[in-house]
């Protein structure tokens, strides 16, 4: 299914046209024997540095290496030797400084560390880089973007994207349940993402593409009707769930931003990764994070359908002063907040005429606004799917505490300028009261 959106381009009825840049994606049984093999033949590269840790040596980057071997395709192995990696600087100086400088490919050996470090390293090298991954537990192998963690805040650095992927359903069927469950996580917020993108359509005719949302609900219902089949392990109900995962990742760059797979699960995802670093805490699974946030986002929409705004009284409401503004997200953000207060300056998406302009937009598409929150998916289903493979599904379950989950409902929306169901409850002057009743229902 994939093949036939990478490596061409598409003219789109949106008016966009629509290019991968990915050249190569192989989901199959023994990839890296056969396919994998092959490409690297075709390219005549003539000295690979392969990029692995303790863990994903043992589950594939021994088979690469031997195989390379036997093909007389010449290599230096990079072994992390830590039993946690981090994409910080430490670990990119360490490949930069143990990398063949005579290489003339980087390839990645693992899921999302081990790629975001290789795709910023091989990008200031200079040099493409491939994938060989381990596990299906997020939708970034062929993202622009490097999440890494720099001067102890993480940033995403727009870096190049692999040439190839290389997965093999069997090796990522055994990769660790909790893995798995977080690619479940990030795949089934791309229902919110797809709801928060056509909301911000009828609100600010923001551009949207039929072709690239259906791309992307597809994905979703094959991994939703595939979930029994996912749970029990099975090798290809697994190869569906990392195809729909490289999936959103082609929509992205169809997109030419991140629209079609974030929205506002992907912001509270966002600000607990961000707490959890300032505060030194032990990393979650980036998937199992906005799994949580699926649900909350969901019963945000749940929570638009059974309002009947009056809106001669909310535009009536008092209007929260800049400075008061900036106290509470500072009380939310701490070391992270200069570039949540900058962005707020630059995009001024809570000012009064910005505001004045989506309400009055909202108010003329208001039974357009609520049929969207009623056809939406319900957050039970999400919540049920993340029952079934034994994944967190409140922020309790992560460890965050309670008014840590209630900054992320109240602040997650100023992480971009990117209008989602979070930002549209703040402009009803009802965010307080949504992020009160989750936070009642979620800590009584
Ligand atoms: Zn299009
Ligand atoms: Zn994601």
């Known amino acids: 299914m994939i093949e036939q959106y990478i490596a061409k381009s598409i003219a789109c009825a949106c008016g966009k046209t629509h290019r991968s840049r990915v050249e190569t994606i192989e989901i199959k049984p023994n990839v890296i024997e056969h396919e994998l093999i092959d490409f690297l033949k075709s390219k005549a ?52 400084m143990g990398m063949a400088l005579d290489s003339d490919l980087i390839l990645a050996v693992g899921s999302g560390t081990i790629n975001d470090i290789c795709r910023y390293v091989s990008a200031v090298a200079g040099k493409p880089y491939c994938i060989v991954g381990t596990a299906p537990s997020m939708d970034g192998y062929i993202s622009g973007g490097s999440a890494l963690i720099y001067n102890n805040l993480k940033l995403t650095f727009e870096t190049h994207t692999p040439t190839a992927v290389f997965l093999d359903p069997q090796i990522l069927s055994h990769a660790p349940k909790d893995m798995i469950a977080a690619g479940v996580g990030d795949l089934l917020g791309k229902i919110n993402c797809l709801t928060d993108w056509r909301l911000s359509q009828i609100v600010n005719g923001e551009w949207h593409c039929d072709f690239i949302s259906d791309i992307v609900d597809a994905a979703i219902q ?39 797979a974030s929205g506002c699960e992907h912001h509270m995802s966002h600000f607990w990764e961000m707490r959890y670093l300032l505060e ?13 946030g699926t649900v909350i986002a969901l019963r945000a929409y749940e929570y638009i359908a059974s309002l009947t705004p009056n809106f001669d009284r909310i535009k009536a409401l008092p209007h929260k002063p800049f400075d008061e503004w900036e106290q509470d997200v500072r009380g ?21 005429e910005k505001l004045a302009a989506r309400l009055a937009s909202t108010e003329a598409n208001w039974q357009q606004i609520k049929a969207l929150a009623e056809q939406t998916v319900k957050s039970e289903l999400v919540y049920g799917i993340l029952k079934q493979l034994d994944a967190p599904t409140k922020p309790g379950e992560i460890g965050v505490e309670k008014e840590m ?40």
């Not at 088979?63 to 670990?91: G, W």
């Not at 907040?337 to 707020?344: A, Q, W, Y």
């Open 280 to 292: 030194g805490r032990e990393a979650v699974f980036h998937g199992t994070k906005v799994g949580i």
């Open 45 to 96: 590269y003539k000295k690979l540095t392969v990029v692995c840790d303790k863990n994903t040596y043992r589950v594939a980057a021994d088979r690469v290496c031997a195989t390379l071997e036997q093909s007389q395709i010449p290599f230096k192995l990079h072994m992390y030797q830590e039993d946690s990696v981090l994409p910080n600087e430490h670990f990119i100086g360490n490949l930069a």
């Open 405 to 444: 989950a209630r900054q992320a409902i109240l602040y997650a929306k100023e992480i971009r300028d990117r209008y989602t169901v979070l930002q549209l409850l703040w402009d009803l002057g009802e965010l307080e009261r949504f992020a009160d009743q989750i936070i009642t229902d979620y800590y009584a």
């Open 332 to 352: 939310a953000f701490l070391g992270a907040s200069d570039e949540i207060v900058d962005l707020e300056r630059k995009s001024g998406k809570n000012s009064p």
């Open 222 to 260: 094959k991994v939703v009707t595939g979930s029994d089949q996912i749970a029990a392990g099975q090798d290809e109900a697994i190869a569906d769930l990392v195809e729909a995962l490289l999936l959103s990742g082609v929509c992205m760059d169809f997109a030419g931003n991140s629209r079609p």
